[in-house]
């Protein structure tokens, strides 16, 4: 499995960014893919993610009707769309899969996982 995360850049406050998440080795449905972030001195969050096999879709509180989270099939491509930008949203934002072993679970985890595959990130800095 590889991903390969493009698209950040600097942005002023209230602004948008696309990014974009390059996939392949996935030769399995059952996966969660999606996007999760690190600021520096600050813990891992997962952001959005979506279910492989039906394309459901789960956003963390903190980015829900900011962020929007889509992908295109044919070209192995998931894009997250980052709208109304706040200074707070400043990270090395990954795109990142793991396998989904526990049926149910999705929305409950709120895009929480121990992600297993990522690949390097790319950098969303928003200040004025």
């Known amino acids: 499995v590889q991903l390969q995360a493009s698209g950040g850049g600097l942005v002023q406050p209230g602004g948008s960014l696309r990014l974009s998440c390059a996939t392949s080795?996935?030769?399995?449905?059952?996966?969660?893919i999606g996007w999760f972030r690190q600021a520096p001195g600050k813990a891992r969050e997962g952001v959005s993610c979506?279910?492989?096999?039906?394309?459901?879709?789960d956003y963390v509180d903190s980015v829900a009707g900011r962020f929007t989270l889509s992908r295109d099939n044919a070209k192995g491509t998931l894009y997250l769309q980052l709208d109304s930008l706040k200074p707070e949203d400043t990270a090395v934002y990954y795109c990142?899969?793991?396998?989904?072993?526990?049926?149910?679970?999705?929305?409950?985890?709120?895009?929480?996982?121990?992600?297993?595959?990522w690949g390097q990130g790319t950098e969303v800095t928003v200040s004025s």
């Open positions: 990142a899969a793991v396998k989904y072993l526990t049926p149910g679970t999705f929305y409950s985890r709120r895009c929480h996982f121990d992600w297993q595959h």
């Open positions: 080795g996935f030769t399995r449905s059952d996966y969660v």
């Open positions: 979506i279910k492989k096999s039906d394309g459901a879709t």
